[in-house]
């Protein structure tokens, strides 16, 4: 039987995060399994052993352009042109950096000869030493690799940006009266019955309020659609026979303001959508 593990499971076999897993798939090196009674990423036998050649690849660092290049490619000569690249990479990296020590063995030699800080530095900008320097090439430079680390802050920062409204809430468990609807307007339709009965009850100041996709679920061409509507309530609360009782889990939660009829479901959307998060949510009820 083949045996399927959770996200958090094949990251603590592997040694690595499940952020980083995520990033693997949304690369296109590996694909996971979703069934509709399990909200989760999980992923098979075969997932496991790809990532297992993924983390093995990536610490002979093979770039991950280059690692969908073997995994695509049935022919061994190809792979091992890849693998041919990486040697010759490696192998002006050697050059580079060995000119890089002597250089700087040179700079600690004449530090300590002279104890003459200001006028080490001041030889580093002699034109001999900068157009040695300068001819030193890596493949990914310390250049290249700081103009990546910004632009990866940049794109962490709109990220933020994008979601910069979303508050993030832990709530306990909790006990509510819940109400349903199936109408072409059911969130008034639900609300408004748990509304005037907490009213009618002095609750109100206590309730959190909430509202939960139920069947039908809104169809194009179907005016029709269900909405359910629920409120905490404390414990020893008489549920009327209209009502009826629903178990909040409690857990942390994603919040967003609305500030018109559709930017806070469509913040909310985007958020769940992102391949870089975990949500415990299939797309209908809660």
């Excluded at 001041?122 to 103009?147: G, K």
């Excluded at 748990?194 to 809104?218: C, M, S, V």
Aim: with cysteine; charged share 25%; hydrophobic share 35%.
């Amino acid at each position: 039987m083949e045996q399927i593990q959770t996200i958090g499971a094949v990251a603590k076999i592997l040694g690595i995060s499940s952020r980083m897993i995520r990033y693997y798939e949304q690369a296109g090196l590996i694909e996971c399994k979703r069934t509709e009674d399990y909200a989760y990423r999980v992923y098979n036998e075969n997932t496991v052993r790809r990532l297992r050649q993924i983390i093995i690849l990536r610490k002979l660092r093979v770039p991950i352009k280059q690692i969908r290049e073997i995994f695509d490619n049935n022919d061994a000569i190809k792979v091992v042109e890849v693998f041919e690249r990486n040697v010759t990479e490696l192998d002006e990296q050697i050059t580079a950096l060995s000119t890089v020590r002597t250089i700087l063995s040179h700079l600690v030699q004449e530090l300590k000869d002279k104890a003459n800080v200001r006028l080490q530095l001041d030889h580093l900008s002699d034109s001999a030493v900068f157009a040695t320097v300068d001819s030193i090439s890596f493949s990914n430079n310390i250049i290249q690799e700081e103009e990546k680390s910004v632009n990866g802050l940049h794109k962490a920062d709109e990220t933020l940006n994008k979601f910069n409204e979303v508050k993030y809430i832990k709530l306990a468990p909790a006990r509510a009266a819940a109400f349903n609807a199936v109408s072409s307007q059911p969130e008034d339709d639900a609300f408004k019955p748990i509304k005037a009965w907490l009213k009618d009850n002095n609750l109100e100041g206590t309730a959190r309020i909430y509202l939960f996709n139920i069947e039908p679920h809104q169809t194009e061409g179907n005016p029709e659609y269900g909405m359910g509507c629920c409120a905490t309530i404390p414990e020893g609360i008489e549920i009327p026979e209209h009502f009826y009782e629903k178990k909040l889990p409690g857990g942390v939660y994603v919040v967003s303001e609305w500030k018109d009829q559709n930017s806070g479901w469509e913040t909310i959307m985007t958020l769940l959508n992102d391949p870089m998060w975990e949500w415990q949510y299939d797309g209908r009820e809660g």
